[in-house]
């Protein structure tokens, strides 16, 4: 089991920046492929960022491609969603997911097995 609490959403203009955190806790974190989706209000979730053992690397959606940068930190347990030049159409939740690194591709949803609570980010224009 692999209990996951994102933090750091908020309110924030367009054009700034937040850093989202995901604390783990229970099973070995380094195991696991961690990612990040969202979903905004009367939208279906969509994939976010996230990283590739077969890339070697992080994959990202498009539409956020230059703007958000995900990262890891092993020895805290701890990914992060870093995002800068918000806009008001990445107001959403944003969930935090972890999942078994064979599984492909990264940005489907049911391949990832657990998922945090989610943290709101609302962008204004």
């Known amino acids: 089991q692999v209990q996951l609490v994102e933090s750091g959403g908020g309110l924030v203009q367009a054009g700034g920046s937040l850093r989202l955190s995901c604390a783990a806790s229970?099973?070995?974190?380094?195991?696991?492929?961690m990612g990040w989706f969202r979903q905004a209000p009367g939208k279906e979730r969509e994939f976010v960022a996230a990283?590739?053992?077969?890339?070697?690397?992080?994959i990202s959606a498009d539409s956020v491609k230059g703007r958000f940068t995900i990262s890891r930190d092993n020895a805290q347990n701890t990914v992060y969603l870093h995002m800068n030049s918000l806009k008001p159409e990445d107001t959403a939740v944003y969930y935090c997911?972890?999942?078994?690194?064979?599984?492909?591709?990264?940005?489907?949803?049911?391949?990832?097995?657990?998922w945090g609570q989610g943290t709101q980010v609302t962008v204004s224009s």
């Open positions: 997911a972890a999942g078994p690194w064979q599984r492909v591709p990264v940005t489907a949803g049911g391949n990832y097995d657990y």
């Open positions: 990283f590739s053992w077969s890339l070697g690397s992080t």
């Open positions: 229970g099973r070995t974190f380094s195991t696991y492929r």
